[in-house]
């Protein structure tokens, strides 16, 4: 680990030289261009008289300018690399000079055969931290026009991004159509309608589909887009429901005549699947919760392999509502399974029930005093193992950061995973006596026992560096999205901050006390000189006088 953090600051020393190096010979060359093509002076550094004649003709207006102008233009830099770092995390000129400038001066050639296996490592690396980057459906998802539409008409604010609504309506046209809807006319209008941008021609067209025919899929849009509360929505389920069966019980009989029929029965069974998915979770929020958990225990047993819903996580939060302890855990053991991909309600509810065992006694000076039980342990290692899976939600259930709505679409161990989670599960912390308590006293020890996260992790693979990207996507513009780990400020906004303030301070003094300004100018310019004056001198005694004023005169 120390190699890793000396090799960080090696490249980063490498890339401050890079720049600097870069900067300064930019100047002089601007300088340089200065001084010989617009001044026409004859660059005899020998001759001190040229020099001396040039610097007196420089007028403190010269030097208000000059300093004025090098003001404006780090200003200039420094607002767009500001705003670089803000969009893309990264400072622009350090990303420059690092691929392009720093190969030049001899950088680390990564295609080398020493770096093979480092090479490997990485791609391995880089293939986990995609894969744990994709974008997962939202379990827990609002309905559209009952909640996410009220939400606007109340605060004029979007909720839902372009890319969230996209990710939907590729789910939609997923789940809810195949190649054989063109031979019943309604499916036919479905499918286009499920490609529709504009919500209201969706609508329009689901209205015509049920023209035609009971069509389920039109009745899902409709409850999900048009119905303005959860009981009007609950009402379209039924009937959707009602016409989802018959079309199921059809093509399940009809299932292995051709591949045609057998994609038929794969749709109608999504079909079905959501919609009695759904219709648990309007009771739920209806206040049935009883009948919501029993609705999702017979939907988990008739159709065990549709994984990709994620419907133990409904029924986890159902269950939490209920305090039915007992059966969490039943579920827990279950689903927090090392082969199947975590969540973070499956670790935070994990850390829930050990932390429920201990917090209403649990007192942190007790604790210095006579140190950890093995119960506490358990509860603290619990909640060490949610952190580092998702160190987003408890600054959200700490109510340290203010909650939104949670998308339509999460990222796993990201920020909208977390807002996802603390917007259903806040409540069920706050039930147990002490266990925000314990967590605001223990959560932060987590990243001790990270000492490099973006590069090795503890329980689980490192942290991803993808995240912020995908949930800037995700979440809305007037949500500040949570970053980790906390980006500092790249040496490059700072150094370019410095640098305009520097010459702004400088062309404020040369204009309040131009005859001081120059003396000081003067002398520096003449200490700037110096050195090349004496280069000059010993480069004249040793070349032949001839060949020194032919190159003058050219």
Same mark, same amino acid.
């Given at each position: 680990?120390?190699?890793?953090?000396?090799?960080?600051?090696?490249?980063?020393?490498?890339?401050?030289?890079?720049?600097?190096?870069?900067?300064?010979?930019?100047?002089?060359?601007?300088?340089?261009?200065?001084?010989?093509?617009?001044?026409?002076?004859?660059?005899?550094?020998?001759?001190?008289?040229?020099?001396?004649?040039?610097?007196?003709?420089?007028?403190?207006?010269?030097?208000?300018?000059?300093?004025?102008?090098?003001? =404006?233009? *780090?200003?200039?830099?420094?607002? %767009?690399?500001?705003?670089? %770092?803000?969009?893309?995390?990264?400072?622009?000129?350090?990303?420059? *000079?690092?691929?392009? =400038?720093?190969?030049?001066?001899?950088?680390?050639?990564?295609?080398?055969?020493?770096?093979?296996?480092?090479?490997?490592?990485?791609?391995?690396?880089?293939?986990?931290?995609?894969?744990?980057?994709?974008? &997962?459906?939202?379990?827990?998802?609002?309905?559209?026009?009952?909640?996410?539409?009220?939400?606007?008409?109340?605060?004029?604010?979007?909720?839902?991004?372009?890319?969230?609504?996209?990710?939907?309506?590729?789910?939609?046209?997923?789940?809810?159509?195949? !190649?054989?809807?063109?031979?019943?006319?309604?499916?036919?209008?479905?499918?286009?309608?499920?490609?529709?941008?504009?919500?209201?021609?969706?609508?329009?067209?689901?209205?015509?589909?049920?023209?035609?025919?009971?069509?389920?899929?039109?009745?899902?849009?409709?409850?999900?887009?048009?119905?303005?509360?959860?009981?009007?929505?609950?009402?379209?389920?039924?009937?959707?429901?009602?016409?989802?069966?018959?079309?199921?019980?059809?093509?399940?009989?009809?299932?292995?005549?051709?591949?045609?029929?057998?994609?038929?029965?794969?749709?109608?069974?999504?079909?079905?699947?959501?919609?009695?998915?759904?219709?648990?979770?309007?009771?739920?929020?209806?206040?049935?919760?009883?009948?919501?958990?029993?609705?999702?225990?017979?939907?988990?047993?008739?159709?065990?392999?549709?994984?990709?819903?994620?419907?133990?996580?409904?029924?986890?939060?159902?269950?939490?509502?209920?305090?039915?302890?007992?059966?969490?855990?039943?579920?827990?053991?279950?689903?927090? !399974?090392?082969?199947?991909?975590?969540?973070?309600?499956?670790?935070?509810?994990?850390?829930?029930?050990?932390?429920?065992?201990?917090? !209403?006694? %649990?007192?942190?000076?007790?604790?210095?005093?006579?140190?950890?039980?093995?119960?506490?342990?358990?509860?603290?290692?619990?909640?060490?193992?949610?952190?580092?899976?998702?160190?987003?939600? #408890?600054?959200?259930?700490?109510?340290?950061?203010?909650?939104?709505? #949670?998308?339509?679409?999460?990222?796993?161990?990201?920020?909208?995973?977390?807002?996802?989670?603390?917007?259903?599960?806040?409540?069920?912390?706050?039930?147990?006596?002490?266990?925000?308590?314990?967590?605001?006293?223990? &959560?932060?020890?987590?990243?001790?026992?990270?000492?490099?996260?973006?590069?090795?992790?503890?329980?689980?693979?490192?942290?991803?560096?993808?995240?912020?990207?995908?949930?800037?996507?995700? =979440?809305?513009?007037?949500?500040?999205? *949570?970053?980790? #780990?906390?980006?500092?400020?790249?040496?490059?906004?700072?150094?370019?901050?410095?640098?305009?303030?520097?010459?702004?301070?400088?062309?404020?003094?040369?204009?309040?006390?131009?005859?001081?300004?120059?003396?000081?100018?003067?002398?520096?310019?003449?200490?700037?000189?110096? #050195?090349?004056?004496?280069?000059?001198?010993?480069?004249?005694?040793?070349?032949?006088?001839?060949? &020194?004023?032919?190159?003058?005169?050219?």
């Amino acid at each position: 680990m120390a190699d890793n953090n000396g090799t960080g600051l090696l490249e980063q020393l490498k890339s401050c030289i890079v720049w600097c190096w870069a900067y300064f010979w930019t100047v002089w060359f601007f300088v340089m261009l200065f001084l010989v093509n617009i001044l026409r002076l004859p660059f005899r550094y020998n001759d001190s008289t040229a020099v001396s004649m040039f610097l007196n003709t420089l007028t403190p207006k010269f030097y208000v300018a000059l300093t004025g102008t090098s003001s =404006l233009i *780090s200003g200039l830099i420094l607002i %767009f690399e500001w705003w670089y %770092f803000r969009k893309y995390g990264t400072s622009f000129i350090e990303q420059v *000079s690092v691929s392009h =400038l720093r190969p030049l001066l001899g950088g680390v050639d990564n295609s080398s055969p020493s770096n093979s296996n480092t090479s490997n490592g990485d791609a391995d690396s880089n293939r986990q931290s995609v894969s744990e980057c994709k974008v &997962w459906r939202n379990p827990l998802n609002l309905f559209r026009g009952a909640e996410y539409n009220r939400y606007t008409w109340v605060t004029g604010r979007e909720p839902l991004t372009y890319y969230d609504m996209n990710l939907s309506a590729q789910d939609h046209q997923t789940f809810f159509t195949c !190649d054989s809807d063109h031979l019943r006319p309604a499916d036919a209008i479905m499918q286009k309608a499920w490609r529709e941008r504009n919500p209201q021609a969706r609508i329009s067209a689901a209205h015509e589909a049920l023209e035609l025919e009971d069509c389920a899929t039109a009745y899902i849009l409709l409850a999900e887009e048009e119905a303005t509360t959860i009981v009007e929505a609950e009402k379209l389920f039924k009937q959707a429901l009602k016409a989802g069966e018959g079309c199921y019980r059809r093509s399940q009989q009809l299932q292995h005549h051709g591949s045609q029929y057998e994609a038929q029965h794969r749709r109608d069974t999504n079909v079905l699947v959501y919609i009695k998915r759904r219709l648990a979770m309007c009771s739920r929020k209806l206040g049935r919760t009883r009948e919501a958990v029993k609705m999702m225990r017979d939907l988990m047993k008739e159709f065990p392999l549709l994984s990709m819903f994620n419907i133990h996580e409904n029924l986890l939060e159902s269950l939490l509502e209920l305090q039915n302890y007992a059966d969490v855990q039943a579920v827990l053991a279950k689903y927090d !399974d090392i082969s199947l991909p975590k969540s973070a309600t499956i670790c935070y509810t994990a850390a829930l029930l050990k932390a429920r065992a201990v917090s !209403d006694k %649990f007192s942190p000076e007790a604790a210095s005093r006579r140190g950890l039980s093995t119960a506490e342990m358990n509860a603290v290692e619990a909640i060490h193992r949610a952190v580092e899976f998702n160190p987003h939600v #408890p600054k959200y259930l700490l109510e340290m950061k203010s909650l939104i709505l #949670p998308p339509e679409h999460i990222l796993k161990r990201g920020d909208s995973e977390a807002i996802a989670y603390a917007f259903f599960h806040l409540q069920h912390w706050k039930r147990v006596e002490g266990a925000l308590n314990l967590l605001h006293c223990t &959560w932060e020890g987590t990243f001790r026992m990270i000492p490099y996260p973006l590069e090795k992790g503890h329980l689980f693979y490192p942290y991803p560096i993808c995240t912020e990207t995908a949930d800037r996507e995700l =979440l809305p513009m007037f949500h500040e999205v *949570s970053v980790y #780990p906390k980006k500092e400020l790249p040496f490059f906004i700072l150094f370019t901050a410095g640098l305009c303030s520097f010459t702004a301070m400088l062309a404020l003094l040369t204009h309040q006390f131009p005859e001081l300004m120059g003396v000081f100018a003067k002398a520096f310019l003449s200490t700037l000189f110096a #050195p090349l004056n004496f280069i000059m001198e010993k480069v004249e005694s040793i070349l032949p006088s001839s060949l &020194w004023h032919q190159l003058t005169r050219i």
